[in-house]
């Protein structure tokens, strides 16, 4: 199996309802792969292990997250508190957001891997071998799986067929996620795909136009941000105001946003504004605990 879905008790009925009619057995399950450790991707996986006996394989990059994220979050919730207040979020807002994922901790039946995956891995399926590609980005340990004979592409939520993937700077991102994301999107573009298999939404074709879209996407985002800071520093809050969000369904202003989604739209603000800076087009000065950004000209 590759990813699991929310641990609850829809989505295991579901999943149970499916494995069923594809004339399979869960208790028969053997491994599971996991495309990265967000609860709708990994939630089920401790349940299913102890269903069957799978193993749960995942990349190194992930494992810290279980501990971090899903035993003890405590310390990651005082950590994201901090940043986003150095970033802006105002203290009236700070603690909502600051605690904005906390809720999705019930839909996670948390495990630790039986192995640990780096890319670059040959699996063997049935007729299929899979070659497990590392694609940082949404997720600091974001793998995906190709099979390079059938030209199918098991996705994650790397590309997604009608949504733009989240990819945020936080405190527990890479340097410059945005810049991980793209070049993974590179190495994705490379490859002959005819079908992808995504995490969320249908499978679907023309991959390479799909990619293309997501890099004018992440083009527009940045050029959007350079014009809210010319000529005036702000706080990435400040910027997050000033964009529109939601941008599928016509694009709403911050404030409308869900607390998730306003913490989602911050860090999501922060990885183009590094991205930015590593292009040297903004810089980031410092007041006191606060960080803003300026455009360079
Ligand atoms: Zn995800
Ligand atoms: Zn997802």
Redesign the pocket.
């Known amino acids: 199996m590759v990813d699991t879905g929310w641990d609850t008790p829809e989505s295991f009925a579901a999943l149970q309802r499916q494995v069923r009619e594809a004339g399979l057995n869960l208790k028969a399950l053997g491994r599971i792969i996991i495309t990265h450790f967000?609860p709708?991707?990994y939630g089920l996986a401790g349940r299913l292990r102890q269903l069957s006996g799978a193993e749960i394989w995942l990349h190194q990059a992930e494992k810290q997250f279980i501990e971090s994220r899903y035993l003890r979050p405590q310390v990651l919730v005082q950590q994201m508190g901090e940043f986003l207040s150095a970033n802006g979020v105002p203290q009236g807002e700070l603690d909502v957001l600051q605690r904005a994922s906390l809720g999705m901790l019930r839909y996670v039946s948390p495990a630790m891997p039986d192995k640990m995956l780096s890319g670059g891995e040959r699996l063997s399926m049935g007729q299929f071998e899979f070659e497990l590609l590392w694609t940082p980005g949404h997720s600091p340990g974001h793998v995906c799986l190709y099979e390079p004979d059938k030209r199918i592409l098991l996705c994650?939520?790397h590309l997604l067929p009608t949504i733009t993937p989240h990819v945020g700077l936080h405190v527990q991102s890479r340097e410059s996620p945005l810049d991980d994301y793209l070049d993974a999107l590179d190495s994705i573009s490379r490859l002959e795909i005819d079908i992808a298999l995504p995490?969320?939404g249908p499978s679907f074709g023309r991959v390479k136009r799909r990619i293309e879209q997501i890099r004018h996407h992440h083009q527009e985002r940045k050029a959007a941000i350079l014009g809210q800071v010319k000529g005036e520093a702000k706080t990435a809050y400040q910027i997050a105001l000033g964009l529109p969000w939601v941008l599928e369904s016509g694009g709403v202003g911050f404030q409308s946003l869900s607390s998730l989604d306003k913490r989602l739209a911050m860090t999501e603000t922060l990885a183009h504004l590094e991205s930015l800076r590593r292009e040297r087009r903004v810089e980031r000065l410092s007041q006191g605990t606060l960080s803003f950004y300026r455009r360079r000209d």
Do not use: E, I, L
Request: no cysteine.
């Open positions: 967000h709708d991707h994650g939520d995490g969320h």
